[in-house]
């Protein structure tokens, strides 16, 4: 093992956002059938509210460790071996670019889903007219969280795993 607990030269918590970002596209799934299939309103918001705060916390903490404890994203990467060419560089840097499109617009759509939601549904959630706003609000959430997720396990994979030793 290394410094990482996936076995890979990385931080204790840029692997547990990693596992985050597997564990919560399938919670998103089920919050989603909750909802639409089994008409289970409160389950989805609880739900949505737990995966909301779970993922603030690990993010913030994430940032923390990666930006004031591992100084940077860089200084991770250079306990590389083999570290990496000029090119393989430029290539993580753009995938991190991409990972980043979604990664900010996520908190932002999913904020403003959760906080009309919570203003405009009646406790407990049943559908209503904000319902024709909220889910196509719900789906863009769930689309660029899912990106979020596959975007940073793609730079996750091309920065930390592939091709070290």
């Known amino acids: 093992m290394r410094d ?36 289970r309103f409160p389950l989805h918001r609880n739900l949505q509210l737990l995966l909301a705060a779970v993922l603030l916390v690990a993010v913030l903490a994430f940032e923390v460790d990666l930006h004031y404890i591992q100084g940077g994203w860089r200084n991770v990467v250079a306990k590389r071996d083999p570290p990496f060419t000029s090119e393989e560089m430029a290539f993580v840097q753009r995938m991190l670019g991409i990972h980043l499109v979604f990664a900010i617009s996520t908190p932002i759509l999913w904020a403003l889903t959760l906080t009309l939601a919570l203003t405009k549904f009646p406790n407990p959630p049943v559908p209503n007219a904000h319902s024709r706003w909220h889910k196509p609000l719900g789906w863009a959430s769930a689309l660029v969280l899912t990106a979020t997720s596959i975007t940073g396990l793609m730079f996750y994979y091309t920065a930390f795993v592939r091709g070290a030793n």
């Not at 990385?10 to 089994?38: C, E, G, H, N, R």
């Open 4 to 39: 990482g607990f996936l076995g890979f030269r990385t931080s204790f918590m840029l692997d547990f956002v990693v596992v985050a970002l597997v564990v919560v596209v399938p919670i998103l799934l089920y919050s989603l059938a909750a909802a639409k299939f089994q008409k």
